[in-house]
């Protein structure tokens, strides 16, 4: 079954990833395995500048997986 996506839903290399936004304190931080990870920090700096927060953003290779680790920092 296909879903909506939700507007902060990120879909960096055309498959949607879910991050739970609303459970995002500052200090926490996610790992969004992706291989375009340009596209991930543009999608990811839309909703934080919708949600009036900083990130800081860092691509990286964890557990052998390519990806953005994004960081609430206000």
Request: glycine residues 6%; aromatic residues 6%; contains cysteine.
């Amino acid at each position: 079954m296909n879903t909506v996506p939700k507007i902060d839903d990120l879909h960096p290399d055309g498959i949607r990833i879910e991050v739970a936004w609303g459970e995002m304190q500052v200090g926490m931080s996610v790992f969004l395995p992706c291989i375009n990870t340009e596209e991930a920090k543009k999608q990811v700096d839309k909703i934080a500048e919708a949600k009036g927060w900083k990130l800081q953003t860092q691509a990286r290779i964890e557990d052998e997986r390519f990806g953005l680790r994004i960081w609430r920092v206000l």
